[in-house]
């Protein structure tokens, strides 16, 4: 059996986009490899995967970026791994992707990574600091392209995510590969009344809900004004926030009795199904994963019309869509959805048909399969 070595700086026990792809994406493969991880040891429980060596390195605690901080490296045990391995995966632009990177060159390993994220867009929408800012997004590019352009194939998840790529020199072979979603998983709510009474909310209350990292870069803010708005009129409304970060918009959606923040939990699928609509007002994005989830378990989404989410969203069709950081109108977006139940439930339906169709977990399986088997 080949072996996989699969590097990531984003990682379990710290859920976001990356973290939630790779815990679908290892046990798919832990049948046809003796797979790796090398991640970064966040606080919490860390998940286990039959069959699977998973090397952990501690926390650097005196930086933090965003909402987390980067790991330190143990060089020599990751030059023995990638030495080892017979591919090499990497996901994202952190210390242990840079070195894994390094020595698979160094060593001739063949190297495939997946591009999540665009970092340098990134890092100027998710730190606050100016200073901090500048200095991460040109570290952040110019890291990116680098490492991608020693690369032997990148993986995108759509045409656009290359074409940005194109543009900032990177020349590496592409394949697009699209995030899917295990839609016999993520599946619509049998009774939406009975699915909210499961995580302690009252059955005829209207829940908004996000499910993600709070970061800058979510700008969960602008979903909260427009909550703020809405709360005016509607008297059994919950903001449902699945996920955590940034401690200080963490300490501002605490102090609000009707927002619901749960942190990050192991299982989405409750929280989701108890949802009536589903918000993403992010500054950037690729995919948007959770979005897709969401949608999968029949809740519409509203979203910003930021990166692959305007090409498989169509405007009232199986979503709508608000400016960017545009409170007042996505707050009379969900206005209208909360008023037109039909509409709202219809638009649902449209959303789960879209997933079932276009973006199936085993479709995304397969080719990657494929793809590493070339290797």
């Not at 966040?42 to 965003?66: D, H, M, Q, T």
């Not at 040109?138 to 995510?161: A, E, Q």
Request: charged share 30%; hydrophobic share 40%.
């Amino acid at each position: 059996m080949k072996k996989l070595l699969i590097a990531s700086d984003c990682f379990l026990p710290r859920w976001d986009g990356i973290a939630r792809f790779l815990s679908e994406v290892i046990p798919s493969l832990s049948n046809d490899y003796d797979i790796t991880v090398l991640a970064p040891r966040f606080k919490g429980a860390s998940p286990e995967y039959r069959g699977v060596k998973v090397i952990r390195f501690p926390l650097l605690k005196i930086i933090r970026f965003g909402d987390t901080y980067p790991c330190i490296p143990k060089i020599k045990e990751i030059e023995k791994e990638v030495r080892e391995a017979d591919i090499v995966w990497t996901h994202t632009i952190g210390p242990i992707v840079w070195f894994v990177n390094h020595y698979a060159v160094k060593h001739k390993k063949p190297l495939v990574a997946y591009v999540h994220s665009l970092e340098g867009e990134l890092a100027k929408k998710a730190l606050k600091n100016f200073f901090k800012r500048s200095i991460v997004y040109y570290l952040t590019r110019t890291l990116g392209i680098s490492l991608y352009n020693k690369c032997n194939l990148l993986l995108i998840p759509s045409k656009d995510v290359g074409k940005k790529l194109n543009e900032k020199g990177v020349k590496t072979r592409k394949r697009v590969v699209h995030l899917g979603v295990d839609t016999g998983k993520f599946v619509p709510s049998e009774d939406k009344s009975a699915s909210k009474l499961k995580i302690g909310i009252k059955p005829k209350t209207k829940v908004i809900g996000f499910s993600g990292r709070i970061g800058r870069e979510k700008d969960l803010m602008t979903l909260y004004k427009a909550f703020l708005r809405l709360k005016k009129e509607y008297s059994n409304l919950i903001l449902l926030i699945a996920g955590k970060g940034i401690r200080e918009q963490e300490r501002i959606l605490k102090k609000d009795k009707n927002v619901k923040l749960i942190g990050a939990v192991d299982n989405i699928v409750p929280y989701l199904q108890a949802m009536d609509i589903y918000v993403l007002p992010s500054l950037t994005e690729t995919s948007s994963l959770s979005t897709m989830e969401a949608m999968s378990c029949g809740v519409p989404p509203v979203v910003t019309r930021i990166g692959y989410p305007k090409k498989y969203i169509k405007d009232k069709v199986n979503g709508c869509f608000f400016p960017v950081k545009n409170a007042y109108v996505l707050s009379i977006k969900l206005d209208s959805l909360l008023k037109d139940d039909g509409f709202r439930e219809g638009m649902g339906e449209q959303a789960r048909k879209t997933i079932k169709e276009r973006f199936p977990w085993e479709k995304t399986v397969k080719e990657i399969r494929e793809v590493l088997k070339s290797f």
